[in-house]
């Protein structure tokens, strides 16, 4: 099935939020924690997802959506077509900085993906991927990912995971380079540009990678639990997303 007519409302649907969040960064808007005092959600979060839910059913009411502030409680499953948004990924950069968070979307049909946007809002960089139409960064057409040696690459995670386990710590000493961006989407959609090598995670839930594993598929890049396992897109879970060259070469330091 052509994706052509999904992925334009979907896009359209991310432009809007963007425009909505923009605005929303004019006035105060209420902050609250969720788990721990650093885990924090705005009204704007809120807002940007219930857009989205209002717009999927009624565009495409036999659809679902899983997103991270509230919808997903409905979802437990992935048959047919679900909508895996994160309304803002980054939103302690949202928050601190007022830039490097974005909006993240994958749909996925029967558990796979089918069209992926990860949108920087206030940097207006868009990874778009359709499935088997490749992936693009502002309309550019990203190419599949080089083989490239670790100790030339840049390699992306939290330094807090450094503290907590030893063998990346080899993998910091082996590579040209350590980076941390602060959103989940982005780091991946850097991965899948060829910007940054490697991303590692250790607790992250569907909707930060739903729409980086969309895009980065298409670009032959590998991402799976930390432990080397498939990604289901339904719990909370770690993530190694890199490229295929990249992967192996990390993977060798894990065991
Ligand atoms: P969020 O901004 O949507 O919460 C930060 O390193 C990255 O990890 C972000 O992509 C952030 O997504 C994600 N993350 C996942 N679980 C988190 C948590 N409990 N607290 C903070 N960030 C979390
Ligand atoms: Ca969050
Ligand atoms: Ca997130
Ligand atoms: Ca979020």
């Known amino acids: ?60 009411p036999d659809h679902r959506l899983m997103g991270e502030e509230g919808s997903y409680k409905d979802i437990d499953d992935l048959s047919g077509y679900v ?26 049909k029967d558990g796979e993906p089918v069209i992926g946007i990860i949108l920087d809002v206030m940097n207006d960089e868009w990874f778009v991927s359709e499935a088997g139409k490749g992936a693009e960064l502002n309309g550019k057409r990203l190419p599949q990912l080089p083989d490239v040696a670790l100790d030339e690459a840049l390699v992306s ?3 807090g995971w450094v503290l907590k386990d030893t063998r990346l710590q080899e993998i910091v000493k082996k590579a040209r380079g350590t980076r941390s ?34 895009v980065l598929k298409e670009v032959g890049g590998v991402a799976t639990t930390y432990e080397g396992n498939e990604l289901t897109f339904l719990q909370k879970d770690t993530l190694f997303a890199a490229s295929p060259s990249i992967y192996k070469q990390i993977n060798a330091h894990l065991k």
């Open 1 to 60: 099935m052509d994706h052509a007519h999904l992925k334009q409302k979907a896009l359209s649907y991310v432009e809007e939020a963007a425009a909505f969040i923009k605005d929303a960064m004019k006035n105060t808007y209420g902050i609250d924690t969720k788990a721990n005092k650093d885990d924090l959600v705005t009204d704007v979060d809120r807002n940007v997802e219930k857009l989205f839910i209002d717009k999927v059913a009624k565009d495409f």
């Open 83 to 108: 909508w895996i948004l994160d309304p803002i990924d980054g939103t302690v950069n949202f928050v601190h900085m007022g830039t490097y968070f974005a909006i993240s979307l994958g749909i996925f």
């Open 157 to 159: 995670f939290n330094t």
């Open 181 to 214: 961006y602060g959103s989940a989407a982005l780091e991946m959609a850097y991965v899948a540009s060829g910007r940054i090598d490697a991303y590692i995670s250790m607790n992250l839930a569907p909707w930060d990678v739903a729409g980086g594993w969309a």
